[in-house]
Every structure is written in structure tokens, then in C-alpha cells.
């Protein structure tokens, strides 16, 4: 599976974002879906996933109660809705897919920047 994501930005603290990635191939619902982000100068770490239904979510603690994690199947896409932005929440965000984990995925997108400022 190939893996786009976009939406990243500039925004100011307290504002939203909503990323996209888009996947090929025909797949898309066999594959359990999340996010990772990389700060700069950190190691990377999990921010959301979703099973393969869509039914349920899971949220790195630092993100649970302002980002959404969800899923189109007609569309192939997963979506990062993100609110009430932190300057710690910039870094470059990548949607991975397949064995979905907090340590990691099968498969990953290119990563998409999202700064936040202060």
C-alpha cells in the first residue's frame, strides 16, 4: 500500500488542523491505520490509530481529548482532525498502515509539517 498525507501548516496555539492520507490500492479496509510525529531532535512516537472497521480508536495520552483519528473507505483516506493546538504538538505527522502499533507500523507515508506557534 502507498501512503499520501497532507495538510500540515502553520498555525497559531489554539487552532486546528485537519490531516489527510490518502491510500492506494484496493486494500484499504484490510489495514489498520495511524499517526506518528517526529519533533525535531526527538524520536518518533505514536499519536492515533484505528482499527480496520473504524470502530475503535486509540490516543497517545498527550493528544487524547483534542485529535480525532477516523476513516473513509469510499475515499481511501484516513483524517487527523487536530484542535486545540499545542507548540509542542509541532513536528512532521506520518499516517502508517497494516500492524498498527505504538511502536511502529508495516508501512508508512512521507511526513507532512505541522508547526504550531506560540
Known amino acids: 500500500v502507498q501512503l499520501q498525507a497532507s495538510g500540515g501548516g502553520l498555525v497559531q496555539a489554539g487552532g486546528s488542523l485537519r490531516l489527510s492520507c490518502a491510500a492506494s490500492?484496493?486494500?484499504?479496509?484490510?489495514?489498520?491505520m495511524g499517526w506518528f510525529r517526529q519533533a525535531p531532535g526527538k524520536e518518533r512516537e505514536f499519536v492515533a490509530a484505528i482499527n480496520r472497521s473504524g470502530a475503535s480508536t486509540y490516543y497517545a495520552d498527550s493528544v487524547k481529548g483534542r485529535f480525532t483519528i477516523s476513516r473513509d473507505g469510499a475515499k481511501n483516506t484516513v483524517y487527523l482532525q487536530m484542535n486545540t493546538l499545542k507548540p509542542e504538538d509541532t513536528a512532521v505527522y506520518y499516517c502508517?498502515?497494516?500492524?498498527?502499533?505504538?511502536?511502529?507500523?508495516?508501512?508508512w507515508g512521507q511526513g507532512t509539517l505541522v508547526t504550531v506557534s506560540s
Open positions: 490500492g484496493r486494500t484499504f479496509s484490510s489495514y489498520a
Open positions: 502508517a498502515a497494516g500492524a498498527v502499533s505504538t511502536r511502529g507500523a508495516d508501512y
